[in-house]
Each structure stands twice: as structure tokens, then as C-alpha cells.
């Protein structure tokens, strides 16, 4: 089974408004972290938002927020107030003990002006 | 700043060649990692190491094998480049702990193997 699911390969939004890139993961550790990234075009992973298992609020940083449902496994990266510049792949990751990383496939966002 | 650097942007090499890339980070990080990322498969794990001279593989470490001689150094050979070893390499390196342990990753290599 995937640890790390992005099922939107895609996605398109309008300048100025909020897109959810959805994220879901599996694990058995009660101890976990979940994390954003951002890959431009040249290719650098930018590390957006971090959320640990047990924090019992929604990460944010600026305009990116995280949407935690424990329950559901599912961590989905809020962007409000998109930009241009928002315009990249956008990788889902755990880690879980023992310093163990899993990515999920990305999805491809395009801000459209 | 923290920092990941990675010996080349961009290398081009040919099939059965031996290629080096190099990564160093400066963060006295005890986790040291290396990626490989082609289009829809997302990075996946080739190495990893959790101390100078220890390794592990991961998911795809055929064709490639890894050296750490020191802790800042983290070093994946190709003993004899195939075509389909072409992608994009990533390095990345973490703690063992901290608040929010994330891997902090260098630039990149783009790598062609002709």
C-alpha cells in the first residue's frame, strides 16, 4: 500500500483565489509528521509547513495552512490567496520513527492570471 | 543559513561511465539521503545513512551504490551509467530530532547519461 497519496496530478486555480491539494497517508506509528513541500521549476525543494501527529491544531504559515483529520489520515495543504508565483509541483511527505521519509507523487499546480 | 550543496547542477555522461555526485551539508545532521525523481513517480529513495559509515538501502539502490567516510559527506556512484539512470538526483539530510525534523535538501542534479 502507498504510505503517501496525491490523487490530483493537476490541479488549476484562478490568481487571487484558495485551491486544497489533498493528501492522504497510511501508517501504524502513533508518532508522525507530516509535511509540504514546493518544487519550482529549477528544480529546488522549498519546505512549506510542517503538522506532527500530535498537534492538536492546524499548522499554518502565511498563506499556507494544513488541514489535519487525524481520523481520516488525510493532511491536505491549503493555499489562500494564490499567486503566480504559486505555480510549481507540490510534494506530500511523512516521516515516521527511524528516520523513515515517504513522498507522495506531487501534483502540479498552475495559477492561472 | 543551513545549507545542502550538490557538486554539479547539470552532468552529462556516457553509458559505462563511473559517476560521482557529491553532497554536503553543514548542519552536523546525523541522516543523510539520497533521491532519485522522474515525472509521476515522485522522489523515490536510492540511500540512506544514519552515521558516518553506515547505510541502508532503499527502494531502488540497484545500479547504484553510496559512501560516507564523513558526516557532512554523503557521496552516490554510479559504478557504470545506463541510459536509464538519466533523472533528476536530490540530496537531503536531517536530524535525528527537533521540533520540526524535516530534510533539508540541496539544489539538485540533473543528470544525462548519453
Known amino acids: 500500500a502507498q504510505k503517501i497519496t496525491q490523487t490530483q496530478p493537476g490541479m488549476f486555480v484562478q490568481e487571487k483565489e484558495a485551491v486544497t491539494l489533498d493528501c492522504t497517508y497510511d501508517?501504524?506509528?502513533?508518532?508522525?509528521?507530516l509535511f509540504w513541500y514546493k518544487q519550482p521549476s529549477s528544480g529546488e525543494m522549498i519546505f512549506l509547513i510542517y503538522?506532527?501527529?500530535?498537534?492538536?491544531q492546524n499548522a499554518t504559515e502565511g498563506r499556507y495552512s494544513l488541514n489535519f483529520q487525524k481520523a481520516r489520515k488525510s493532511a491536505n495543504l491549503v493555499i489562500s490567496a494564490s499567486q503566480l508565483g504559486d505555480s510549481a509541483m507540490y510534494f506530500c511527505?511523512?516521516?515516521?520513527?527511524?528516520?523513515?521519509?515517504?513522498f507522495g507523487t506531487g501534483t502540479s499546480l498552475t495559477v492561472i492570471p | 543559513d543551513v545549507k545542502v550543496t550538490q557538486s554539479s547542477r547539470y552532468l552529462v555522461k556516457r553509458t559505462g561511465e563511473k559517476v560521482f555526485l557529491e553532497c554536503v551539508q553543514d548542519m552536523d545532521h546525523e541522516n543523510m539521503f539520497w533521491y532519485r525523481q522522474d515525472p509521476g513517480l515522485g522522489l523515490r529513495l536510492i540511500y540512506f545513512?544514519?552515521?558516518?559509515?553506515?547505510?541502508e538501502k532503499g527502494d531502488i539502490p540497484e545500479g547504484y551504490s553510496v559512501s560516507r567516510e564523513k558526516k557532512e559527506r554523503f557521496s552516490l556512484i554510479l559504478e557504470s551509467a545506463s541510459t536509464n539512470q538519466t533523472s533528476m538526483y536530490l540530496c537531503?539530510?536531517?536530524?535525528?530530532?527537533?521540533?520540526?525534523?524535516?530534510?533539508?535538501f540541496g539544489p539538485g542534479t540533473r543528470l544525462t547519461v548519453l
Open positions: 545513512s544514519y552515521d558516518v559509515k553506515m547505510k
Open positions: 501508517t501504524s506509528d502513533q508518532s508522525y509528521g
Open positions: 503538522q506532527g501527529s500530535y498537534d492538536e
Open positions: 537531503a539530510s536531517t536530524p535525528d530530532s527537533g521540533r520540526a525534523p524535516r530534510q533539508f
Open positions: 511527505a511523512m516521516r515516521e520513527r527511524g528516520n523513515q521519509f515517504y
